[in-house]
């Protein structure tokens, strides 16, 4: 079968990767490059057993300083748009304990899918992507935050994750970069077994082992309609032309909701802004840390990847821009040098910004949908986990095109 993949991101790409290994023609539809957009500057971190949704019972009591402070990590601003609205209304609709349970265990369980698809790629492709099965650290600043993070524990726990709860002392032992730190340290979440890798390395790297086997790729080339018959589509209408094939799979991240419409479907997707820094740390190693490090306090994340330090953060609902302002910039930087002061003086480089494209639940948009031609398939709505449930979802694809 010839399956068309509109979108070239980490989940794209990996969607592309599963159709080929099950034996069908790709091809490949992007109006950027391989990871340009949402892919490539993110957290770098492959968070397969710590998945706790956004969605979550303490957003209620974060919602005034979510709407009004200036420096929140979380931010909202409301605009006249209606899909802000709709979305927000069944973002806050989630966020209750019973909902939060349940998607944390369905994610877990996707994740351990993608874990092992991962892997399996890994083991046959031996990407030179940076990968590192380094471990994760969550710390908390405060008691309240740390007890509500042992009870997610707890929860992940009970559904199969292994994970510890650490002392101030212990993380400094897990993670000696922190010892500066760690006065401000209630305690941690360690989870031995998570990952990182820089994701536009995976991305090129799976770009390139795609095209040694034949899947093409038509890039810089954005898809501008449908062309539909007898109720599936025929063919994609692109500034090259048309593009003909028997499925198609939307994996266009943010501007998925879009396309979709013409489709008569609507995405219940909403972009999540976030940013992130690069900091080339060769010169001073032991400045930074080698465990990946999440600050739940700060909602800022640290990742070894080879010789630099990937710092991500901020959960921004504002709409669909990209830029990035010198504020949200310097307060990474701060970050970085307040839990890691000795890497103050290293070079800087790629500040980046990103959309998540969520969902309100936190949950992925997998499969076919209720309304689509039957030969569309989706594999949209990651959120801040694209990286971690990547090859997840695509195994998922993957299995819905056999049922066809």
Not at 95 to 102: K, L
Not at 112 to 135: H, K, T, V, Y
Not at 316 to 337: C, N, Y
Not at 347 to 365: D, H, K, S, Y
Request: aromatic share 6%; proline share 6%.
């Amino acid at each position: 079968m010839h399956v068309c993949v509109l979108g070239a991101g980490v989940v794209g790409l990996a969607t592309a990767y599963q159709l080929s290994q099950d034996g069908h023609q790709v091809t490949v539809i992007d109006r950027g490059a391989p990871g340009a957009g949402t892919s490539g500057g993110n957290g770098a971190q492959l968070s397969y057993s710590y998945v706790q949704p956004l969605a979550d019972p303490s957003i209620w009591r974060q919602l005034p300083k979510l709407l009004l402070a200036a420096d929140s990590p979380l931010k909202l601003r409301i605009q006249a748009d209606p899909q802000q609205w709709a979305w927000g209304l069944r973002f806050m609709l989630a966020c209750n304990g019973a909902r939060s349970r349940d998607t944390t265990a369905q994610l877990l369980t996707l994740a351990a899918e993608s874990r092992a698809a991962f892997d399996q790629m890994m083991q046959a492709e031996q990407l030179a992507c940076d990968f590192a099965a380094s471990g994760k650290l969550v710390i908390y600043s405060n008691a309240d935050a740390f007890a509500a993070a042992r009870q997610q524990m707890d929860l992940q726990r009970a559904l199969g994750s292994v994970q510890t709860a650490q002392t101030a002392a212990e993380c400094v032992a897990t993670e000696p970069a922190l010892a500066h730190y760690r006065a401000h340290i209630e305690g941690a979440i360690y989870t031995a077994s998570e990952c990182a890798v820089d994701s536009q390395k995976l991305c090129d790297g799976l770009a390139a082992v795609l095209r040694q086997r034949g899947v093409r790729f038509l890039l810089q080339t954005p898809v501008t309609a449908w062309v539909q018959a007898q109720g599936r589509v025929a063919a994609v209408h692109t500034p090259q032309g048309e593009v003909a094939a028997d499925a198609f799979v939307l994996a266009l991240g943010p501007q998925a909701p879009q396309l979709a419409r013409a489709l008569g479907v609507r995405l219940p997707i909403y972009p999540i802004k976030g940013y992130s820094i690069t900091l080339d740390v060769a010169a001073q190693p032991s400045a930074a840390p080698t465990v990946s490090v999440t600050d739940a306090a700060r909602k800022v994340v640290f990742a070894r990847i080879g010789n630099r330090l990937r710092v991500a953060g901020m959960a921004e609902l504002v709409g669909h821009g990209l830029d990035i302002p010198p504020a949200r910039i310097a307060s990474l930087q701060a970050s970085t040098q307040a839990v890691f002061p000795h890497t103050r003086g290293l070079p800087v480089t790629q500040p980046w910004a990103g959309l998540r494209p969520a969902t309100p639940t936190g949950l992925p948009i997998v499969g076919r949908l209720a309304g689509a031609p039957a030969n569309v398939l989706f594999n949209v709505g990651h959120g801040p986990l694209g990286l971690t449930l990547a090859f997840g979802t695509a195994q998922r694809v993957v299995q819905a095109l056999r049922k066809e």
